[in-house]
């Protein structure tokens, strides 16, 4: 699994006055995300996506014609959503943190993936880590998405100064990842607001 330290940019549908309208074939995947965080896995076939994405019977078959092409395209265009850009994470480097500032940058990350309509996109994600586990050209791609993320979070503690920055930030991913996680089941035993917020100082106060 992986985490980001950036704000999805994936709305309710990808248009909008200042932006050019998405081609038949882009909403189709973005329509394809929504499918996997809505109705899950099982519910991703290529008629539902036409639905969704009101294009005529079919249309999603000529894009992509079998649901490993679907989930590919899916996995392909939330890597490119989610993945930071280059000079996002070469400027966090160059920075000097406190451990209230990396704390802050953290939460306000998780804050803007639990967003309500981000939620989808949320769910989506894990669908494909699940899909990525029986299907290795699945899994590779996000062999490579993973290593960007823990890279940012390298990137974070470093400004922390940590002396350990690989292996912390290793393990700041998979903090964030179980936070994500378990606000998404939101059962009883869910973390509050101080509880994450402590998780992650803690984690930092390693560094």
Excluded: W
């Amino acid at each position: 699994m992986y985490t980001t330290f950036v704000v999805p940019r994936m709305q309710a549908r990808i248009s909008s006055p200042a932006m050019e309208a998405p081609t038949r074939k882009e909403q189709i995947v973005h329509d394809a995300l929504e499918v996997l965080g809505e109705q899950g896995s099982k519910g991703l076939t290529h008629r539902a996506v036409d639905s969704a994405a009101g294009v005529p019977p079919g249309s999603t078959t000529n894009f992509f014609p079998t649901r490993s092409a679907l989930l590919g395209a899916a996995l392909e265009r939330h890597v490119e959503l989610d993945t930071p850009p280059t000079e996002y994470m070469t400027g966090i480097s160059d920075l000097r943190l406190t451990q209230e500032e990396a704390c802050d940058l953290a939460l306000a990350a998780l804050d803007r993936l639990l967003e309500p309509h981000s939620r989808a996109m949320l769910s989506a994600r894990y669908e494909l880590v699940l899909e990525s586990t029986r299907r290795p050209e699945l899994h590779a791609r996000f062999e490579s998405a993973r290593e960007n993320f823990v890279g940012l979070a390298e990137a974070l503690v470093t400004a922390r100064e940590c002396p350990r920055p690989r292996e912390h930030g290793v393990q700041l991913v998979a903090v964030l990842d179980g936070i994500l996680l378990d606000q998404l089941l939101g059962a009883e035993s869910a973390l509050s607001r101080d509880q994450i917020k402590d998780l992650i100082n803690r984690q930092l106060s390693t560094c």
